[in-house]
């Protein structure tokens, strides 16, 4: 039973250009969400896919996007990359069942570094 | 806007004694989960609150509630090299964002 799968694991970009992180959820599992973590941080919450529509969003700029696909795999986008979005990513799914989507399984992240 | 704030931030321990995370919420929570991240990895979930005043134990660990459902806490009995790492509280007031605190992290000296 594979569990959250995220690519790429570490990733350098420069300020201004564009970044696609991937997630493959575990199975059985049909939410996505997705967190930022800075050093030393708890994650944020950056927003939540659930049948390919983002349900609720953090408090990130629309440099965020994001997507979910039928087979409820999600990309995370970023463009105009900052220094400040150097970060771990997260992504966590979950299954939105009566007791709704809470118990988040993480993936191992996707390191950003932006120089 | 909803915060979850967590003390200490961090705890140095010898091997042996007890240790305790305390989270408060500013709002009323449906529920809050603890999450466990260990250095270099990623937070890996160890179990959800639900109830008023509820208390959940798991081996040496042992995971409080409060009556209010605004505060929370974590206590390991006679922690263990194993138990390093950082230990999160996250939140949900009913919607969808899960939000999680700053965390307390734990060192535990042989």
């Known amino acids: 039973d594979a569990g959250v799968t995220q690519s790429p694991t570490h990733l350098i970009k420069t300020r201004g250009q564009q970044v696609t992180l991937r997630c493959s959820p575990k199975s059985g599992h049909d939410t996505v969400s997705w967190y930022q973590q800075a050093l030393g941080q708890g994650p944020q919450f950056i927003f939540q896919y659930y049948e390919e529509e983002e349900r609720q969003r953090g408090n990130f700029p629309d440099r965020f996007s994001g997507h979910q696909f039928p087979n409820y795999s999600s990309e995370l986008n970023v463009n105009a990359l900052l220094l400040g979005d150097s970060a771990l990513y997260l992504c966590a799914s979950s299954y939105t069942g009566v007791y709704g989507a809470n118990v988040l399984t993480f993936g191992a992240g996707s390191r950003l570094t932006v120089l | 806007g909803q915060q979850v704030m967590q003390i200490p931030q961090y705890q140095h321990v010898q091997e042996g004694e007890d240790f305790t995370t305390y989270c408060n919420s500013s709002t009323t929570l449906s529920n809050i989960q603890w999450y466990k991240q260990r250095p270099g990895g990623h937070p890996v979930f160890l179990i959800q609150l639900v109830k008023s005043g509820e208390v959940k134990k798991q081996k040496r660990l042992t995971f409080q509630f409060g009556e209010a459902k605004k505060n929370s806490s974590l206590h390991i009995t006679a922690t263990q090299t194993t138990d390093v790492g950082t230990y999160f509280c996250?939140?949900?007031?009913?919607?969808?964002?899960?939000?999680f605190g700053a965390g307390t992290r734990l060192f535990v000296k042989a």
């Open positions: 996250a939140g949900n007031t009913g919607g969808f964002k899960t939000i």
